[in-house]
């Protein structure tokens, strides 16, 4: 069936009607701000103390919009005849929002969590040499940074919590029962004391009990009856001369 002349023209005008009798949804910006999703790829924040200069962020950026400097320092033994130890301390952390594209691999990668993603967006710059932040405003932007969304209610517990509690559990001490208090445990009853002749006596156990009672029952035999006796002189047999 051919179409009917104009019959797209009427479509077309029917969504415009439509729209135009819609309540308008136009956020006022910027007397009001909008509301946006709590995973929002604003900017990048840096928590400075997790940073241990690694590196990491840096090399896996495929912008190279990311600047790190830093030196050395040498720490002293803790203990007398230690051994000194070294460690990085962060100098320049910056980033050039210019050339960065938002991927996100610089927070992926980072072992430590020292970066993440802030929902502020308002930071336009009249000059392009002026979207390279330091580790100074980098820090402003953490604060902004929303707290992590609760995790499910059926989900396993994550892995460093169950290292964690493994670890505390291992190092708490052993603690005894309650003696006092409405859990506390009943008091159980004393064992009897054993005395040393006791302890070293052999336990007697129920066929040697029986025997033994069995020969306490039967009477015994005089000394002088017993045909192991030789002391005595034999009678004279019949015939002897």
């Known amino acids: 069936m051919a179409p009917v002349p104009g019959s797209g023209l009427a479509k077309g005008l029917a969504v415009t009607l439509r729209t135009m009798t819609k309540k308008t949804v136009t956020e006022q910006y910027p007397d009001v701000q909008p509301d946006l999703p709590p995973r929002t790829r604003g900017v ?73 993603w802030s929902p502020e967006f308002e930071y336009a710059e009249t000059d392009i040499r002026d979207l390279t932040h330091e580790r100074d405003k980098l820090r402003e932007w953490m604060w ?8 499910d209610p059926g989900a396993e517990e994550p ?27 009943e008091p159980r009853p ?26 306490a029952e039967q009477p015994t035999r005089p000394l002088g009856d017993s045909k192991q006796q030789t002391d005595q002189p034999r009678p004279d047999r019949e015939g002897d001369a």
């Open 44 to 116: 990048i924040g840096l928590f400075e103390e997790n940073c241990t200069v690694c590196m990491l962020c840096a090399r896996e950026c495929p912008d190279w919009c990311i600047y790190i400097d830093s030196h050395k320092e040498t720490i002293p033994a803790a203990t007398p005849g230690g051994r000194e130890r070294s460690r990085n301390v962060l100098d320049r952390f910056a980033i050039d929002f210019s050339l960065c594209m938002y991927c996100g691999i610089c927070i992926e990668v980072c072992p430590f969590d020292a970066l993440f």
């Open 144 to 151: 902004t940074v929303p707290a992590p969304p609760a995790l």
């Open 159 to 185: 892995k460093e919590l169950t290292t964690a509690r493994r670890t505390a559990e291992k190092l708490t001490p052993h603690t005894e029962p309650q003696t006092t208090g409405p859990q506390a445990t």
């Open 190 to 215: 004393a064992k009897p004391q054993v005395t040393d002749a006791q302890a070293t006596r052999p336990e007697v156990t129920e066929p040697h009990a029986t025997e033994q009672a069995r020969a």
